[in-house]
């Protein structure tokens, strides 16, 4: 099975900061690698599918990128609305796993 | 516009099954591009991904080792939604339940949209 490591676990900012969360896959999966958004009480939402594609209609600030093993998802220019925790998703083999989570608090 | 439409009992006995629905509109459970998927979150285990049935010339399901021998994912054609069923429940099995479509070709992969969760508590 791959295993997710998400890392930092939890990030305090403030509005307008950059933040990057990585994710490192325990083996190759290519690109098939998604980051989602999940706030207390809602699903989690598709912000970045295939690395570094931007799902439609979520706000340019997001962006991914990586490849193989190595990913990150930044956030530019942090919006109150940004404020909840953040999980990768591995899809290149069953089972399906996920990162542990990075929650995003304010500073 | 996609949507999924979950519904079941949000308390379950020890030892009993827990039995979820997920109605799809906007979409088939047959469709060759995707698969319908089970994912839990609870704060211990986080994001924890159950299971998921699909179609591709047949039925297929796949499932998470950590239930597997206990949990049954199927779909059901004539009225466009596929179940999850989890057996010999314990307050460990306490957790949100989400539905989700899963795009799954070669190109694209990714789970959404989500159904609304459920809140599922193991206890008598």
């Known amino acids: 099975d791959i295993q997710m490591t998400q890392s930092p676990s939890s990030l305090s900012a403030s509005i307008g900061d950059r933040v990057t969360i990585t994710c490192r896959a325990s083996q190759s999966i290519k690109t098939y690698l998604s980051w989602y958004q999940k706030k207390p009480g809602k699903a989690p939402e598709l912000l970045i599918y295939g690395a570094s594609n931007l799902q439609s209609g979520v706000p340019t600030r997001f962006s991914g990128s990586g490849s193989g093993t190595d990913f990150t998802l930044t956030i530019t220019s942090l919006q109150p609305e940004d404020f909840a925790t953040y999980y990768c998703l591995q899809s290149t083999s069953i089972p399906r796993s996920f990162g542990q989570g990075t929650k995003l608090e304010i500073k | 516009q996609l949507q999924l439409q979950q519904s079941g009992p949000g308390l379950v006995e020890p030892s009993q099954t827990l039995s979820l629905t997920c109605a799809i509109s906007?979409?088939?459970?047959?469709?060759?591009?995707?698969?319908w998927n089970w994912i839990r979150h609870s704060p211990s285990r986080g994001l924890e991904w159950l299971g998921r049935t699909y179609y591709r010339s047949k039925w297929y399901n796949e499932y998470a080792v950590s239930v597997k021998g206990r949990i049954t994912i199927n779909p059901d054609t004539s009225k466009n939604q596929f179940y999850l069923h989890l057996n010999s429940v314990t307050p460990e099995d306490t957790a949100v339940y989400y539905c989700?479509?899963?795009?799954?070709?070669?190109?694209?992969?990714?789970?959404?949209?989500w159904g609304q969760g459920t809140l599922v508590t193991v206890s008598s």
């Open positions: 906007g979409d088939s459970v047959s469709s060759d591009s995707d698969a």
């Open positions: 989700a479509r899963g795009r799954d070709t070669p190109r694209d992969r990714w789970f959404d949209p």
